[in-house]
Each structure stands twice: as structure tokens, then as C-alpha cells.
């Protein structure tokens, strides 16, 4: 199992040309807006509700204290972390088995419901990818051609490519072009937001950097949400469409995503059923959330059922029953992976010859999650409106997985070790982490260590037994500290940096 917890207050302070599923039932339009919507109901299969109930009720952490930990209710740990409002969706062979929504659009707002829109951040991507896949398999867009032969309105400044070995769809897809790394921070609603070139030339208004190809192409594997906006740029040039409408023509109403939205900003008539984006302390994102007209990148609106709808397509796909993507299209994708990605995918082998195809997102304030094995058609979809989300994300997928009987996405079962409290103190100090510049302060607190940040911020650990390696303690979200000393006095491995202690503290802290 790939565990990816996000701490980041310790690292920085439509419609559908588909005729709906007569299962799914529509709300009715709201009298109050003009713009008519229907949305997704919550829908729970006939046969689902001991499954569902398995789920709802079961969440545990990723890290289990053997005989300690027990499991809670998803609201429960929803308070737990701060976060407002839980959308989620499960799918069981092949079709809708559940949807749910918890919480509230903020703290003084209406209840969240299966109609409710959240950010979805990264899920663009693999969203663009299937578009992008629909065009070439009607013979608009090739793959291995040049990006260059797009744009009309951009050209790439010098770097690695080069005429035998280009840019292309293809390797921008599968973030294998060598563009620099990086995401997008988005801009608050009373911020001016620059034009596509204007992000990809780093130029004012755009909070970015400017897109370069600094590796050669096809070489290596390296995020980019740079890349994705060349693609966006490419298309626009190409079909010249606003991106929205070509996503909306191209995917969203032919699956049937039919409150799905890449436009930014996102219409006013919109807003009484979006979720507000929360920061880590549960303060609500000024303005509610930002925007991202890095659409292809991050720019997607949705609901959970949306996104159960997109990877239910993907199974069809698979399996050559779809309408809308071809075989050939999913065998494209799973056909040349680079270090257990294909296309932004990450493949999670579940032991058993099968893989889950799993993708996460994250912007201001919202986090997000798909996972889907092909074959079996099992998945499920998460959508949070906190920084926090990300753990509860994958608690949730957990649950699932416990409930459904999935090898992957489990819990991590550790024992707590006792220690004296003389060698707990004797691991405490200010420890020194020269590469990020932090001074990070450990100290005992009962029988525990507290690990404090810059900010203030505070993550207690416990001290485990693991396996073939000695004095490692452990926060209940996975995360892991090691202490150790070859000689040149104590360090701490932590969030996958090393510190050296720097002065000892002499008296216990509160």
C-alpha cells in the first residue's frame, strides 16, 4: 500500500447528453437561481447497507496500537480533524453500490449533500487524459507529433527537447517531459488571474514558475502541472475553444458527469451547493476557495458521484463496453508505466496480479482521492473541504477496503513499547534541520515525545516496535520518527529529513 499523508502546516505556515440511470434520483431545479442543475441524490444498492454501515462506522487510523485502537464513526473523525464536509462514493463490481455526504458547505452554512461541489484538484488531470485519449482515438490529435504543431498562440523556449526528441502529447500526459516540477497555488477571488501563456511564461499576474523543459523528454518521471497546462494551451490553440466547453463536449456530458465544472471562476449560480475550502485550524479559505485557471491542472469542480460516474467508464472501457472509451484507449494508458505510474496514475499492486489505478488531489483547503481496479470494477471516491482531508481520505479508503475485502489500502498494525522516562528525556533537544532551515524542538510529555514545529505546531509520538529497526516512534497518520547516532551525535529522521540535535534540554516540557 502507497501511504501519502499531508502535513502541510509542519512544511510551510452541465449538463449530460446521458440519459441519467433511473437509480440516481434528480433534485429539483432550485426556484431560487436561474440557472437550472440537477443533482446527484445520495443512492445506497438495495443489498448495501450492512457493507455501507461496515464503512460508515469503521474508521481507524492508518496506525492501529494493537488491542488500543478502536474504530469510530465517519463524523466522529470528521471532528476530529477539522474538516467541515466528507463526500464519498463506492462502487462494487462495476456499479454505484453507495454514495454519502457529511458535514456542512461551512460551519454556519447549509448541509453538504451527494449534490455538493468540492474542488477536486489534480483529478483534472486524469480527467484531461481521457479527453485527450477521445481525441485520438477520433484521429484529432496525435500523440507523437510535436507540440509545437498546436500552439498557435505559445512557443516553448529553448531547453532539453530538440527535433528528434520533441515534446509531445504523449509525454506531457504522462509527465514524462521533463518540464519542471511543481503545482499551482491559485488565486483568491479578489485576485486578478492571468492568461494560460501568462502562467507558462511566469509573468505578472501569475504566482508561478515559468514552465522550461530542464531534463530531456521521455527520460524520467516528474510531476508537472506545467505540462498540463502546455496540453490545455494545445487544445484551446487546436480545436480554438475555451477549455471548458472542449471538457465538457469531450468528457464530462458524454460519462454523464452532469455537475462536473472546469470553469473558472465557477458560475454564482453554483455556489449555494460548493463546499468552502477550510485550512488546517478550520478557518474557512478567504472568498471561500481560490481559482485555478490552470484548468487542465487543477481546475475541476465535481461531486463525488461525478467522479464514481468517471471511473465507472474506466471499467466499462476496460472491459470494451463502453461508448465512450475505446479498449484500446485503457490499454493505452496501462501500457508503459514509469516507476509504478501510468499517466499520473499510481498503480497499487494488490498481490493478487490486479492493480488499483489511484490518483489524489489537493488545493486550498480541499483534498480529494479515486482508486478503481479495472477488473474487478471495485473503487471508490473521496472529497474533503480541509487541508486536513487527505488523512481522513485514506482512512476512509481503508475502511472500504476492510469492508469489501480489498488486500490493499489497510491499516498498519504497530505495538506501543515502553520506555523509562529517563530514556525518553534523553532523546529531547532542539534538533537542527539544516536543508529546510527548521529548528525542531522534541520534548517528553508523559510517555510520549511531542515534536514542536516552527509554528508552534505539536505531533506527539509514540515509541513502537517495528521490525529491524530500534527507537522509532509513531504518530497515529503514519507518520514515523528514527532516532539514531553513528558517532556524530543524535539525529531524528522525520517527513523524510534528517536533523541533528543541537542543544539538550535539561528540564521536561508541558
Given at each position: 500500500m502507497i501511504k501519502y499523508v499531508i502535513f502541510i502546516f509542519f512544511i510551510s505556515s452541465l449538463f449530460s447528453t446521458v440519459a441519467a440511470d433511473t437509480r440516481y434520483k434528480s433534485l429539483s431545479?432550485?426556484?431560487?437561481?436561474?440557472?437550472?442543475?440537477?443533482?446527484?441524490?445520495?443512492?445506497?444498492?438495495?443489498?448495501?447497507?450492512?457493507?455501507?454501515?461496515?464503512?460508515?462506522?469503521?474508521?481507524?487510523?492508518?496506525?492501529?496500537?494493537?488491542?488500543?485502537?478502536?474504530?469510530?464513526s465517519v463524523a466522529t473523525r470528521m471532528n476530529m480533524s477539522k474538516t467541515p464536509a466528507f463526500s464519498v462514493?463506492?462502487?462494487?463490481?462495476?456499479?454505484?453500490?453507495?454514495?454519502?455526504?457529511?458535514?456542512?458547505?461551512?460551519?454556519?452554512?447549509?448541509?453538504?449533500?451527494?449534490?455538493?461541489?468540492?474542488?477536486?484538484?489534480?483529478?483534472?488531470?486524469?480527467?484531461?487524459?481521457m479527453a485527450a485519449l477521445r481525441m485520438k482515438a477520433s484521429g484529432l490529435v496525435d500523440f507523437d507529433q510535436d507540440i509545437e504543431t498546436y500552439f498557435s498562440s505559445y512557443r516553448l523556449p529553448e531547453g532539453q527537447q530538440s527535433k528528434s526528441n520533441p515534446i509531445t502529447l504523449r509525454n506531457l500526459l504522462s509527465h514524462s517531459a521533463g518540464i519542471v516540477r511543481g503545482g499551482y497555488a491559485g488565486y483568491a477571488n479578489n485576485e486578478a488571474?492571468?492568461?494560460?501563456?501568462?502562467?507558462?511564461?511566469?509573468?505578472?499576474?501569475?504566482?508561478?514558475?515559468?514552465?522550461?523543459?530542464?531534463?530531456?523528454?521521455?527520460?524520467?518521471?516528474?510531476?508537472?502541472?506545467g505540462g498540463y497546462t502546455l496540453i490545455e494551451i494545445?487544445?484551446?490553440?487546436?480545436?480554438?475553444?475555451?477549455?471548458?466547453?472542449?471538457?465538457?463536449?469531450?468528457?464530462?456530458?458524454?460519462?454523464?458527469?452532469?455537475?462536473?465544472?472546469?470553469?473558472?471562476?465557477l458560475p454564482l449560480s453554483k455556489h449555494?451547493?460548493?463546499?468552502?475550502?477550510?485550512?488546517?485550524?478550520?478557518?474557512?479559505?478567504?472568498?471561500?476557495?481560490?481559482?485555478?485557471?490552470?484548468?487542465?491542472?487543477a481546475g475541476l469542480w465535481a461531486?463525488?458521484?461525478?467522479?464514481?460516474?468517471?471511473?465507472?467508464?474506466?471499467?466499462?472501457?476496460?472491459?470494451?463496453?463502453?461508448d465512450v472509451f475505446t479498449q484500446a484507449s485503457i490499454e493505452d494508458i496501462l501500457s508503459t508505466p514509469i516507476a509504478?505510474?501510468?499517466?499520473?496514475?499510481?498503480?497499487?499492486?494488490?498481490?493478487?496480479?490486479?492493480?488499483?489505478?489511484?490518483?489524489?488531489?489537493?488545493?486550498?483547503?480541499?483534498?480529494?482521492?479515486?482508486?478503481?481496479?479495472?477488473?474487478?470494477?471495485?473503487?471508490?471516491?473521496?472529497?474533503?473541504?480541509?487541508?486536513?482531508?487527505?488523512?481522513?481520505?485514506?482512512?476512509?479508503?481503508?475502511?472500504?477496503?476492510?469492508?469489501?475485502?480489498?488486500?490493499?489500502?489497510?491499516?498498519?498494525?504497530?505495538?506501543?513499547?515502553?520506555?523509562?522516562?529517563?530514556?525518553?528525556?534523553?532523546l529531547t533537544g532542539t534538533y537542527n534541520f539544516p536543508t529546510q532551515n527548521w529548528k525542531v524542538s522534541v520534548v517528553q510529555q508523559q510517555e510520549s515525545l511531542q515534536f514542536v514545529f516552527p509554528a508552534g505546531n505539536r505531533l506527539p509520538l509514540t515509541m513502537v516496535g517495528i521490525e529491524g529497526s530500534e527507537h522509532q516512534f509513531a504518530h497515529e497518520t503514519g507518520v514515523i520518527a528514527r532516532f539514531y547516532d553513528e558517532g556524530e551525535g543524535l539525529k531524528v529522521h522525520i517527513f523524510g529529513q534528517t536533523g541533528q540535535r543541537h542543544v539538550s534540554v535539561s528540564s521536561n516540557s508541558n
Open positions: 431545479a432550485d426556484s431560487k437561481h436561474p440557472e437550472f442543475y440537477k443533482g446527484w441524490s445520495c443512492y445506497t444498492a438495495s443489498d448495501a447497507q450492512v457493507r455501507k454501515k461496515q464503512v460508515t462506522d469503521g474508521i481507524l487510523p492508518y496506525m492501529v496500537f494493537e488491542g488500543e485502537t478502536k474504530p469510530v462514493a463506492v462502487i462494487h463490481n462495476g456499479k454505484l453500490d453507495w454514495s454519502q455526504a457529511w458535514g456542512k458547505l461551512q460551519e454556519d452554512g447549509g448541509n453538504a449533500d451527494c449534490d455538493s461541489l468540492f474542488q477536486a484538484g489534480s483529478l483534472a488531470k486524469p480527467v484531461t487524459l488571474m492571468p492568461t494560460d501563456e501568462q502562467i507558462v511564461r511566469g509573468e505578472a499576474p501569475s504566482n508561478s514558475r515559468k514552465v522550461e523543459v530542464v531534463n530531456k523528454p521521455g527520460e524520467s518521471l516528474a510531476y508537472s502541472g494545445a487544445l484551446q490553440d487546436e480545436l480554438n475553444r475555451p477549455f471548458e466547453l472542449i471538457m465538457r463536449d469531450w468528457l464530462l456530458a458524454p460519462i454523464g458527469m452532469k455537475q462536473a465544472d472546469f470553469t473558472v471562476p449555494s451547493h460548493t463546499a468552502r475550502g477550510h485550512e488546517i485550524d478550520g478557518s474557512v479559505i478567504a472568498g471561500g476557495w481560490n481559482n485555478y485557471p490552470e484548468q487542465a491542472a461531486t463525488a458521484t461525478d467522479l464514481a460516474m468517471f471511473l465507472l467508464e474506466l471499467h466499462k472501457g476496460y472491459h470494451g463496453k463502453s509504478n505510474h501510468a499517466y499520473g496514475f499510481r498503480l497499487i499492486n494488490d498481490g493478487n496480479g490486479q492493480v488499483f489505478m489511484t490518483h489524489y488531489g489537493g488545493t486550498v483547503g480541499y483534498r480529494a482521492g479515486i482508486t478503481l481496479n479495472l477488473r474487478t470494477g471495485n473503487g471508490a471516491v473521496f472529497l474533503a473541504n480541509s487541508d486536513n482531508g487527505s488523512n481522513l481520505g485514506e482512512e476512509f479508503f481503508s475502511a472500504v477496503a476492510r469492508a469489501y475485502e480489498w488486500p490493499v489500502f489497510r491499516e498498519k498494525i504497530i505495538k506501543r513499547v515502553k520506555h523509562s522516562p529517563e530514556f525518553l528525556k534523553s
